[in-house]
């Protein structure tokens, strides 16, 4: 069955970076585009950027661009988002999700990682 | 950027009840996406391009609409429906998300 499985909660302090991982499991990596998204309470949902783990093509919302940067390593299935420079707006959970094939929605997420920005 | 409202922000149904979730979205998308988050879970995908239920979801789910707006029905509403439920575009960049529609059951 497919898994996304991510990282564990991360307390990190203002000015730094971090980077989270998704595990990918039960269906070829390549085959799918995946997603990082954001939420908080205040912003909701948001959507961060798009990454092909055949290419390493990366596609991001302008917002996060400069904040976010994804890779990928084929030979684990696992896909990587390094964010950078961290305040404490940039507290909040973090979802890997993949891309449905026939679509531009998402069918599998990962489990969500909690991030602190805190000093 | 697509701006999507849904409405209402809360309600509540009783078993039974019909409820209609709707999504307007500021300009124009060709298809809309809906999900179902409950409390602690991640995102789960119900409706796919705008009317095409999900694999594993239940029929007394269903999505219409076309244009600027929207809409996700649960005919006969279950208390495990009790959840939030977002809308989401990606006819234009970037990618966007409702804020979101919190159902309770009464």
């Known amino acids: 069955q497919v898994q996304l499985q991510q990282s564990g909660a991360e307390l990190v302090k203002p000015g730094t970076s971090v980077k989270l991982s998704c595990k990918a499991s039960g269906y070829t990596f390549t085959s799918n585009h995946m997603n990082w998204i954001k939420q908080t309470t205040g912003q909701g949902l948001e959507w961060i950027g798009i990454i092909n783990p055949g290419s390493g093509g990366t596609s991001y919302n302008v917002k996060f661009k400069g904040k976010a940067t994804l890779t990928v390593d084929k030979s684990s299935s696992t896909a990587f988002m390094q964010l950078s420079s961290l305040t404490p707006e940039d507290s909040a959970v973090y979802y890997c999700?993949?891309?449905?094939?026939f679509g531009v929605g998402f069918d599998y997420w990962g489990q969500g990682v909690m991030v602190t920005v805190s000093s | 950027e697509i701006v999507l409202t849904q409405s209402p922000t809360t309600t509540a149904a009783s078993p039974g009840e019909k409820v209609t979730i709707t999504c307007l979205a500021s300009s124009s998308v060709s298809n809309m996406y809906w999900y179902q988050q409950k409390s602690g879970a991640s995102p789960k995908l119900l409706i796919y391009?705008?009317?095409s239920l999900a694999s594993g979801v239940p029929d007394r789910f269903s999505g219409s609409g076309s244009g600027t707006s929207y809409s996700l029905t649960i005919n006969t509403m279950e208390a495990e429906d009790a959840a939030t439920y977002y809308c989401?575009?990606?006819?234009?960049?970037?990618?966007?998300f409702g804020s979101g529609t919190k159902l309770e059951i009464k």
């Open positions: 999700a993949r891309r449905i094939p």
């Open positions: 391009s705008t009317s």
């Open positions: 989401q575009q990606w006819s234009s960049n970037p990618l966007t």
